[in-house]
T-cell receptor, first 114, second 114 residues
Framework: KNQVEQSPQSLIILEGKNCTLQ??????????LRWYKQDTGRGPVSLTI?????NTKSNGRYTATLDADTKQSSLHITASQLSDSASYIC?????????????FGAGTRLAVHP | GAVVSQHPSRVICKSGTSVKIECRSL??????MFWYRQFPKQSLMLMAT?????????EQGVEKDKFLINHASLTLSTLTVTSAHPEDSSFYIC??????????FGPGTRLTVT
């Protein structure tokens, strides 16, 4: 079963526009939720990390929200730039095995067009 | 931030040969290192977890005799793909964890088996 689901699967927006990516998870208990940006052919780079007690966290033009009650998170990108074109991966840290195992979503592929 | 390197970044090998991929934490000591595999347009899948000086823990379905992992020091882990076949062609990514819960990802290694 897929414990971390992201939507949409892909998204095309025009440069300068905002967008919001969604993440629903069923992982429990969890330690933290992370958003990563992965450029094609590169490793993931951390954007935000939130514990279950945090509701929002920002990193420049990226703002992540977390609702631990509904098990939903979102990543909002403001004033998109061409360099934002990448895959955005939601990752939940699973504590059930006694250690921090990361559960990855399939990602949202964002394309920013001029 | 912490830096993790991988070498090589790309490798092409013939079917039946073995390939070694190195993962190094450059500015911190990694108590644990992880190896992931990523197929095109899919998310990262954990292959194994290795702790320095001990045997790696492999995920279900990953052949330990085919994917040999050595974590000889706190800054170096190696993944050897033995008797590689075309279906082993993939993007291999390592990550390293320090004493906190943060994982730092390497840039990945593109393996192509011909």
């Amino acid at each position: 079963k897929n414990q971390v689901e992201q939507s949409p699967q892909s998204l095309i927006i025009l440069e300068g526009k905002n967008c919001t990516l969604q993440c629903n998870y069923t992982v429990s208990p969890f330690s933290n939720l992370r958003w990563y940006k992965q450029d094609t052919g590169r490793g993931p780079v951390s954007l935000t990390i939130m514990t279950f007690s945090e509701n929002t966290k920002s990193n420049g033009r990226y703002t992540a929200t977390l609702d631990a009650d509904t098990k939903q998170s979102s990543l909002h990108i403001t004033a998109s730039q061409l360099s934002d074109s990448a895959s955005y991966i939601c990752v939940v840290s699973d504590l059930s095995g006694g250690y921090n195992k990361l559960i990855f979503g399939a990602g949202t592929r964002l394309a920013v067009h001029p | 931030g912490a830096v993790v390197s991988q070498h090589p970044s790309r490798v092409i090998c013939k079917s039946g040969t073995s390939v070694k991929i190195e993962c190094r934490s450059l500015d911190f000591q990694a108590t644990t290192m992880f190896w992931y595999r990523q197929f095109p347009k899919q998310s990262l899948m954990l292959m194994a977890t290795s702790n320095e000086g001990s045997k790696a823990t492999y995920e279900q379905g990953v052949e330990k005799d085919k994917f040999l992992i050595n974590h000889a020091s706190l800054t170096l882990s190696t993944l050897t793909v033995t008797s590689a076949h075309p279906e082993d062609s993939s993007f291999y990514i390592c990550s390293a964890k320090d004493r906190s819960y943060e994982q730092y990802f390497g840039p990945g290694t593109r393996l192509t088996v011909t």
